[in-house]
């Protein structure tokens, strides 16, 4: 079946911009990641979402980061005034349950974001 | 808090040779280890876990045993082929309402024909 989704694949903005990041995760899966990978780096959590809940976001770097999943499927990632470090690669998983951290997080391909 | 340390890379091998790369953790709480694989081009992927101490996760040929008394989830290979050039990420989570994983810094494999 498939599997996440993400688009753009890849987004340059001029600082300053606001972006819009989608993520389509598998469907029926309860919970949804965002997190953000600068170069040569592992992904850093940034929010977590319980269905359209969400439950976490102590990783969102500042209130110009704002997520969210109104129907519980679909998710959006918004940075508002971009500037230079927030260019990394932008990741979305999704798991079938939540609470349990033996289920397998599924990543999709990500959305390389590049602010100039 | 709760963090993963990897071996610095990148790491370079021969075709058949034998592959150990470290990873060690801190965490509060018990909780869950992983190796995800990143291949060229391609999204992360979950390569093995374990959810207990002593539990080997084993994959591909890959294995990894979970070390409560060294807090050590080593990734080995008995034997590498070129296809198994990637990024290998550790990660941890634990159980709870949020169980979002923390990642090491990831090691770039090379392995040459």
């Known amino acids: 079946g498939a599997g996440v989704s993400q688009s753009p694949r890849y987004k340059v903005a001029k600082r300053g911009q606001d972006v819009a990041l989608r993520c389509d995760p598998i469907?029926?899966?309860?919970?949804l990641f965002w997190y953000q990978q600068a170069l040569g780096q592992g992904p850093e959590f940034l929010t977590y979402?319980?269905?359209?809940?969400?439950?976490?976001k102590s990783g969102l770097p500042s209130d110009r980061f704002f997520a969210e999943r109104p129907e519980g499927s679909v998710s959006t990632l918004k940075i508002q005034r971009t500037q230079q470090e927030d260019s990394a690669v932008y990741l979305c998983?999704?798991?079938?349950?939540?609470?349990?951290?033996?289920?397998?997080?599924?990543f999709g391909p990500g959305t390389r974001l590049t602010v100039t | 808090g709760n963090s993963v340390t990897q071996m610095e890379g990148p790491v370079t091998l021969s075709e058949e040779a034998f592959l150990t790369i470290n990873c060690t953790y801190t965490?509060?709480?018990?909780?869950?280890l992983f190796w995800y694989v990143q291949y060229p081009g391609e999204g992360l992927q979950l390569l093995l876990k374990?959810?207990?101490?002593?539990d080997k996760g084993s994959n591909k040929g890959f294995e990894a045993t979970y070390r409560k008394e060294t807090t050590s989830f080593h990734l080995e290979k008995g034997s590498v082929q070129v296809s198994d050039s990637a990024v290998y990420f550790c990660?941890?989570?634990?159980?709870?309402?949020?169980?979002?994983?923390?990642f090491g810094k990831g090691i770039t494999l090379s392995v040459r024909p």
């Open positions: 998983a999704s798991s079938v349950s939540s609470g349990t951290s033996s289920y397998e997080q599924y």
């Open positions: 469907s029926g899966h309860v919970s």
């Open positions: 979402f319980q269905n359209e809940a969400q439950l976490d």
């Open positions: 965490a509060t709480g018990y909780p869950s």
């Open positions: 374990a959810t207990k101490a002593d």
């Open positions: 990660a941890l989570s634990i159980a709870g309402a949020n169980s979002k994983l923390t």
